[in-house]
């Protein structure tokens, strides 16, 4: 590269989503790291307005811990959601479908914030963390990155970010920066340039999202998230407003592309069906959908449905499918237009989270899960916090934060506790679609005797409140 270095920056930050703009809202919120100059570099449009129609929500939605609340409150964010668009839920339900298992959940008696958390869209994340960022930001809007070097013999280890503005068609720009962090997801050019690898995998599945609109809410106030785990994957009806619900349904790609191909009132039907009816009635009905979304004249799918139903409540001898007791999840009316949409489900982790090129990875740049215990973005965000704290703990003592023995402090800190949220996840997920009888029996045995424990409960999720 021959171009005259333009900017210099103490952070760059590559990639302008939850996470990114999170960390440099964080840093120039900070009283110790507000004089920092940062850079915040996003592709697409970071100032895009969301959906504020009340009737209308997007399907992308966030499952955000009472640990992720503080950060956004900390940092100027939270409050800038407005109210009806952060669902709080107290509840959390799951069972298995194949076996008796389940468990049911409350907000932990002690938790000052009385709710398990909030489900809000990702849209109102963004854009609330958009407006907290302070003046110390410089934000290259709608920029792609080019490329990432450190020049031969220009007497300094600082990485150059060229970039692109305009969307890549307008004049480059070259960044100088004392740390660079890669928030630019699992398919990160700044890990790339640190010659970082990432281990990992997809999964054979496709997360199916919709928004919901529903009716028999329990206790009139939707603040239940519902989880029943199906073969196939689980599928979850995630709370968002008085009568809507956001559902994340992981299956094969085969049933996620019939699911997508149904008419809505079918597709609406078929949420039921998961949620209410005997494993059995769905692989049946999965199985008669034609490669047009249509189903054969001979089914009558209402019928199908109400009559397994009614099996499963009245002539089930062993409980098996059965939710959590007093439990009823709401039934779905409708689906909102255009809202469904299938999305790739992967693991992956990278093998370092720093490096000597002056790299810091956050969010799914250093690590990707399986969204069923939806804690994917808290993680991010707790990475967020971590490296803040680094980065002011390394300007008080006057270190160079982006030399690699300052950050590894964050490396130290994060790598293992993600490593360990992650591998539970995908452990849970291997063994509930695992359906061998004596694997099953041992599940619900299992998934019983923790729902007999109160006390358990309530550290569990005291605990998982501070993701």
């Given amino acids: 590269m021959n171009h005259r270095i333009t900017q210099a920056f103490d952070v760059c930050i590559v990639g302008g989503g939850i996470v990114g703009t999170a960390l440099a809202a964080s840093l120039s919120s900070s009283p110790f790291t507000a004089h920092l100059k940062v850079a915040l570099v996003e592709a697409g449009n970071l100032y895009s307005e969301p959906e504020i129609r009340p009737a209308n929500f997007s399907n992308r939605v966030a499952s955000v811990t009472p640990a992720s609340m503080r950060l956004l409150n900390r940092i100027g964010a939270w409050d800038r959601i407005p109210a009806d668009r952060k669902k709080a839920y107290t509840q959390m339900k799951v069972w298995d479908a194949s076996g008796n298992g389940a468990i049911a959940f409350n907000a932990p008696m002690t938790h000052s914030a009385s709710s398990i958390g909030w489900i809000i869209e990702n849209d109102w994340l963004k854009s609330s963390l958009a407006q907290s960022l302070s003046s110390s930001v410089t934000v290259?809007?709608?920029?792609?990155?080019?490329g990432i070097e450190s020049p031969a013999g220009s007497g300094s280890d600082w990485p150059v970010i060229s970039v692109n503005s305009d969307k890549g068609n307008g004049p480059t720009v070259q960044l100088?920066?004392?740390l660079?962090?890669?928030?630019d997801g699992v398919n990160s050019l700044v890990r790339k340039y640190a010659g970082i690898e990432s281990i990992g995998w997809d999964y054979p599945q496709k997360a199916v999202a919709a928004t919901l609109e529903i009716e028999g809410v329990e206790g009139n106030r939707n603040d239940v998230a519902y989880q029943r785990f199906l073969p196939t994957g689980p599928i979850a009806l995630l709370p968002l407003a008085e009568n809507k619900s956001s559902l994340v349904w992981s299956a094969s790609p085969a049933i996620a592309a019939k699911l997508l191909s149904l008419s809505a009132e079918d597709f609406a039907i078929f949420v039921d069906v998961a949620f209410r009816n005997p494993i059995e009635d769905l692989t049946y009905l999965l199985s008669r959908i034609q490669p047009d979304g249509s189903l054969p004249k001979d089914l009558d799918l209402k019928a199908e449905a109400v009559w397994g139903q009614t099996r499963l409540e009245t002539a089930n001898t062993f409980n098996i499918g059965v939710p959590p007791s007093n439990t009823s999840p709401p039934?779905?009316?409708g689906v909102a237009e255009k809202s469904r949409?299938?999305?790739?489900?992967?693991?992956y982790l990278s093998d370092r989270y720093v490096s000597d090129h002056r790299v810091a990875l956050v969010g799914d740049a250093a690590h990707t899960v399986h969204p069923l215990a939806g804690q994917g973005l808290n993680?991010?965000?707790l990475d967020v916090a971590t490296l803040t704290n680094v980065i002011e703990e390394g300007v008080q003592a006057g270190a160079d934060i982006g030399n690699i023995h300052t950050?590894?402090?964050y490396a130290a800190e994060r790598f293992a506790p993600n490593l360990g949220m992650m591998?539970?996840?995908?452990?849970i997920g291997k063994l509930f679609r695992a359906e061998s009888d004596p694997v099953v029996w041992a599940r619900s045995f299992g998934l019983n005797l923790v729902n007999t424990l109160p006390g358990f409960k309530n550290l569990a999720m005291k605990a998982a409140s501070t993701l």
């Avoid at 660079?180 to 928030?183: P, W, Y």
């Avoid at 949409?341 to 693991?347: H, I």
């Avoid at 591998?423 to 452990?427: K, R």
């Fill in 140 to 146: 290259f809007n709608s920029s792609v990155v080019a």
């Fill in 176 to 178: 100088k920066s004392r």
């Fill in 180 to 183: 660079l962090v890669g928030a």
């Fill in 331 to 333: 039934r779905v009316v």
């Fill in 341 to 347: 949409a299938a999305f790739p489900l992967r693991f």
């Fill in 379 to 381: 993680l991010g965000l």
């Fill in 407 to 409: 950050l590894q402090g």
């Fill in 423 to 427: 591998m539970a996840i995908d452990s």
